[in-house]
């Protein structure tokens, strides 16, 4: 039957092409250049592929590719989370904090902390450190507080959450992305 266009969606406005004789289908830009690819390739695996701007998604090169599902790659598996709340008194406080995950064996995390309270607020990555200054120490940074976490067992993620000044409060959200590979 060879290369015809199908019309699959009106959004698309015939820019995806149904290629038979190769059991597969591509989407073209603007120019008519196919960007990105969902079917068998030159190899006869079937994969999905996506080409940077200005290439042939069916003649790229692995570095011209945006995103190739025949290369191993990561998936978020669990997104846990786990609050915490902790105030100072007259001096330093810590406290931990855990997330259950229970798969066996210590995987990979990637984990950010959204703080809601404290010297400063916002969604940074682990560890964090919040420096600050202090009159004790004239021209140096100190740390202020900080949240990192402290071990991964195979079944869970343990998170210490610190305060180094005295009457402070800190609290918030530690977020877990806990990735598995995908073999290709």
Do not use: W
């Amino acid at each position: 039957m060879g290369i015809q266009s199908t019309p699959l969606s009106p959004s698309f406005n015939g820019r995806v092409v149904k290629d038979d004789a190769n059991d597969r289908f591509y989407v073209t830009d603007d120019n008519n250049v196919p960007i990105a690819l969902f079917g068998k390739d030159a190899a006869q695996n079937i994969v999905v592929k996506v080409a940077q701007s200005g290439y042939n998604v069916i003649t790229a090169s692995d570095s011209e590719l945006i995103f190739n599902s025949a290369d191993d790659m990561f998936k978020i598996i669990q997104k846990p989370t786990t609050g915490f709340a902790l105030t100072s008194g007259s001096t330093q406080a810590s406290t931990t904090a855990s997330i259950i995950h229970n798969l066996g064996y210590e995987p990979l995390v990637f984990c950010t902390v959204n703080i809601t309270t404290g010297p400063q607020t916002g969604i940074f990555p682990l560890p964090f450190v919040d420096f600050g200054t202090s009159s004790n120490v004239p021209d140096a940074f100190v740390v202020l507080s900080y949240v990192k976490l402290r071990n991964i067992t195979d079944t869970e993620l343990l998170f210490e959450v610190g305060i180094e000044a005295a009457s402070q409060t800190i609290d918030g959200v530690i977020t877990a992305y806990i990735l598995q590979e995908t073999a290709s």
